[in-house]
C-alpha cells in the first residue's frame, strides 16, 4: 500500500505524473505532426525518437555517477525537471523537422540529468523487501500522467479546432507543476552527503557493481532492442484509419494497460522474484508485435496497442527493482546511469532499423522485425534460466 512506503517515493510517483502528462501530450500528435504537417519521413520520425531517447538514456550515465560522486539526488532532479519544462515552449514554435528534433534531444537531456539519480533516490528511501512495490507505484504514476496527457491532447485538439502548436503550449502548465511539486515535497534521506572518498567512475568499480547490475544491464538491453518507439504504434493505427485529432488513443490505451500493471507486478516481484516476470513480459511483447504487424482493422491494432502495454507493466518497474537489488549503496547512481547508457544506445540502433525498414518495407517488416528480435532473447533467457538451475553458482 502507498502508506507504507515513505512520502518521498509518492511524492516523485507525482512529479513524474505531472512532467509525463506534459510529455505526453506533445507525444501523442508529435509523429502524425511531423509526418502530415511538417513533411517528415517514417525515418526521419525514427531519427527524432531514437536520438532523443538515447540521448537521454546516455546522460543518465554520467548524472547517476555525479549523485554519487556528491552524495546529493534532489539538485540533479532539480536540474533535470527544470530543463525538461523550459524546453516544452520549443515544441510549439518549432516549424521544422530539424527545430523539432533540437526541442527533442533538448527535453530528453533534461530527462536524463533527472533519471538515474531519482531511480537511485527511491532506492535510498526504501528497504530492499520493498523495492518492487516502490518502482511499481512511481511507473504506475507516471504512467497515469501518460494516460492524462493523449486525453488532454485529444480535449484541446477539439477545442483549439485542431491547432497543434497551441496543444503543445498548454504542456507548459503541467511541465511547471512537475518542478513545484519537487521543490516542495521531496527531500533525500537523512545522512545524505558528501561521501567519505569521492566515488571514480574507473574499472574498479566497475568491478563492484557485481554479475547481477551486468544481467539487468543485458536483458533491459536486449528488450530495448527489441522495442521499438510508441510513435510506430500511432503510425500503424493511421495506416488502418485512425485520425489525427484521435491518434492520442494509442497512447491511451497503453498506458491504461501499463498504470494498471506495473504497481501490482512490481508488489508481486518482491514475493515471487523478478527474472520470471521479465520472461513473461519478452513472450507478451512478442505477441504484441505480431498484432501489430498483421492485425487489420482498429480493433485488433489496439488490442496490439494494448499487449504493448502489458509487457510495458511486466518488465519496467521489475528491471529498476533487479539492479537497485544488485548495486551496492555508494554506486547505485552509477549502476542506474550505466544501465541506461547501454539500454539508450539499444534503443538508437532499434528505432534507427525500426525507421529504415517502415521507409523500405513497410509496417509489417518492421513489427515482424522487433518480434523476431524478442523471440530470440527469449529464447536465450529460457536457456540461460535452465544452465543456472542445473549448475547453481
Same mark, same amino acid.
Given at each position: 500500500?502507498?502508506?507504507?512506503? &515513505? ?49 537521454? *538514456? ?133 545522512? *545524505? ?134 548495486? &551496492? ?65
Amino acid at each position: 500500500m502507498p502508506s507504507r512506503l &515513505p512520502a518521498g517515493v509518492v511524492a516523485l510517483g507525482i512529479v513524474s505524473l505531472f512532467m509525463d502528462m506534459s510529455s505526453e501530450m506533445i507525444h501523442a500528435l508529435l509523429p502524425l505532426y511531423l509526418v502530415g504537417t511538417l513533411g517528415a519521413s517514417a525515418l526521419m520520425v525514427g531519427l527524432i525518437e531514437g536520438v532523443g531517447e538515447a540521448v537521454a *538514456q546516455i546522460t543518465k550515465l554520467f548524472s547517476g555517477h555525479l549523485s554519487d560522486r556528491f552524495g546529493r539526488r534532489k539538485p540533479l532532479l532539480v536540474l533535470g525537471y527544470g530543463l525538461s519544462a523550459a524546453t516544452k515552449p520549443l515544441f510549439a514554435l518549432a516549424g521544422v523537422p530539424a527545430l523539432v528534433l533540437g526541442a527533442r534531444v533538448a527535453d530528453r537531456v533534461g530527462k536524463g540529468i533527472r533519471g538515474a539519480p531519482r531511480d537511485a533516490l527511491i532506492a535510498d528511501m526504501v528497504p530492499p523487501e520493498r523495492r518492487g512495490a516502490a518502482y511499481g507505484l512511481r511507473q504506475s504514476l507516471d504512467t497515469i500522467g501518460a494516460v492524462a496527457g493523449p486525453l488532454l491532447a485529444v480535449l484541446f485538439m477539439l477545442v483549439f479546432s485542431g491547432n497543434v502548436p497551441l496543444v503543445f503550449a498548454a504542456a507548459i502548465v503541467p511541465a511547471v507543476m512537475a518542478v513545484a511539486v519537487l521543490l516542495i515535497f521531496v527531500r533525500e534521506p537523512p545522512g *545524505q552527503g558528501s561521501p567519505p572518498a569521492p566515488v571514480r567512475l574507473n574499472r574498479e568499480n566497475l568491478r563492484l557493481l557485481g554479475p547481477g547490475v551486468w544481467v539487468a544491464i543485458l536483458i533491459g538491453s536486449a528488450l530495448t532492442l527489441a522495442r521499438i518507439s510508441e510513435a510506430f504504434m500511432i503510425l500503424r493505427a493511421s495506416e488502418v484509419g485512425l485520425s489525427l485529432a484521435y491518434a492520442p488513443f494509442v497512447l491511451v490505451v497503453m498506458n491504461v494497460v501499463y498504470a494498471a500493471t506495473a504497481w501490482p507486478v512490481g508488489t508481486l516481484s518482491d514475493r515471487v522474484g523478478k527474472t520470471r516476470l521479465l520472461t513473461i513480459g519478452f513472450a507478451v511483447l512478442v505477441a504484441a508485435d505480431l498484432v501489430l504487424a498483421f492485425g487489420q482493422g482498429l480493433v485488433v491494432i489496439f488490442a496490439g496497442v494494448a499487449l504493448w502495454g502489458l509487457h510495458m507493466g511486466l518488465t519496467q518497474g521489475v528491471l529498476s527493482a533487479l539492479v537497485a537489488d544488485a548495486t &551496492p549503496a555508494p554506486l547505485r547512481g552509477t549502476a542506474f546511469g550505466l544501465f541506461s547508457l547501454m539500454t539508450g544506445l539499444a534503443m538508437l540502433v532499434g528505432n534507427g532499423v525500426a525507421g529504415a525498414l517502415w521507409a523500405g518495407f513497410g509496417s509489417a517488416v518492421t513489427f515482424g522485425t522487433g518480434a523476431v528480435v524478442a523471440a530470440v532473447a527469449l529464447g536465450a533467457g529460457l536457456v540461460w534460466q535452465n544452465r543456472m538451475a542445473r549448475n547453481p553458482v
